[in-house]
């Protein structure tokens, strides 16, 4: 074997052993920070959401189905101020998905990071073959570490997050189905020349 190469990935996973769980930690850190900001402003984009469906002034026609469903028709004009609204919430919100986004691919690194540890300490345990313990104790505490967090932050991704997310995508969908409109054709849709 080359002794240089050896010597080098031994140094590496020495570093490894004394850095790792640690950049564990520090990244745990980071994911509970960027979490709470996900859901800081998500939550004011999720209470405009809501109003948006609660429209002030409008006069409907007897509600009518068509491709089994049912659909409201707005009778004369939707005032403009809806159409800006509904932009500014659909840009805030993808605005707001650049946090989440980040916070969902940081989960994926501690798996990874837990595997380099295992790999790491199972190679320090093979070269320290009278300090083996030391070796698959960093191995196995590295594994625990990457995969608890992982764990953690998907399950706490699921039950918020992507809750969060879900809803006020739901909001902004009915609204639509429910108006017949989409980005830039209200004027359409209120002169009856729309889809």
């Known amino acids: 074997m080359n002794y240089s190469a050896d010597s080098f990935i031994f140094t ?6 004394d850095y790792l769980i640690p950049a564990i930690k520090v990244l745990a850190i980071i ?3 960027l979490l709470i900001i996900s859901c800081v402003v998500l939550s ?5 959401a809501k109003a ?15 491709n ?12 403009k101020d809806y159409q800006y609204e509904m932009d500014r919430i659909h840009n805030d919100f993808e605005k707001a998905m650049g946090w989440y ?48 967090a992982a764990i953690l932050f998907k399950i706490v991704d699921t039950v918020v997050a992507s809750a969060m997310i879900s809803r006020i995508e739901g909001e902004l969908d009915w609204y639509e ?10 004027e359409e849709d209120a002169d009856g020349e729309g889809r």
């Open 68 to 79: 089994g469903g049912i659909l409201k028709e707005i009778n004369g004009e939707m005032p």
């Open 31 to 33: 994911e509970i920070v």
């Open 177 to 186: 189905s429910t108006y017949r409109i989409d980005a830039g054709s209200l």
């Open 12 to 17: 590496l996973s020495g570093f490894l052993a």
């Open 52 to 66: 948006l469906n609660k429209p002030r002034n409008l006069r409907y026609s007897k509600p009518r189905r068509e």
């Open 44 to 48: 004011p984009i999720l209470k405009d």
């Open 101 to 148: 986004n980040a916070f969902t691919m940081l989960i994926q690194l501690f798996p990874l990071f837990g595997i380099l540890g295992t790999v790491s300490g199972l190679f320090r345990a093979i070269a320290l073959e009278h300090e083996i313990y030391v070796g698959v104790q960093f191995a196995l505490a590295s594994t625990i570490y990457g995969l608890f």
